[in-house]
Nanobody
Framework: HVQLVESGGGLVQPGGSLRLSCEASGYKFVNYCMGWLRQAPGKEREGVAYVNTDGGRTFYADSMMGRFTISLDNAKNTLHLQMTSLIPEDTAMYYC??????????????????WGQGTQVTVS
């Protein structure tokens, strides 16, 4: 039974930082794509970043590049998202997800098969 459990969300002031974590259990994700997506109220879910579990190739959505860093601790089966220079537009529910393979140059909801429950990030 695959489980993805996010943590680390909260309320932060503009310009601040947060570190999200996602602990995966029930499956060892080999050559999988693990990523973060987010959904703001009234908006569609959008991709934030992904990392391939084999080789560590990463991809970031344009608006997050340079501000967010995705990383994977393979030993602990834990995914992280370090977010800096946060702006109010980053306010959303952030979801951890896993899928059978990363697609080059894009990140979409349909690329992922497993999802966490989400962790709320509010920048205000």
């Amino acid at each position: 039974h695959v489980q993805l459990v996010e943590s680390g969300g909260g309320l932060v002031q503009p310009g601040g930082s947060l570190r999200l974590s996602c602990e995966a259990s029930g499956y060892k994700f080999v050559n999988y794509c693990m990523g973060w997506l987010r959904q703001a109220p009234g908006k569609e879910r959008e991709g934030v970043a992904y990392v391939n579990t084999d080789g560590g190739r990463t991809f970031y959505a344009d608006s997050m590049m340079g501000r967010f860093t995705i990383s994977l601790d393979n030993a602990k089966n834990t995914l992280h998202l370090q977010m800096t220079s946060l702006i109010p537009e980053d306010t959303a529910m952030y979801y951890c997800a896993a899928g059978p393979g990363c697609v080059r140059h894009r990140i979409r909801q349909s690329d992922f098969a497993y999802w966490g429950q989400g962790t709320q990030v509010t920048v205000s």
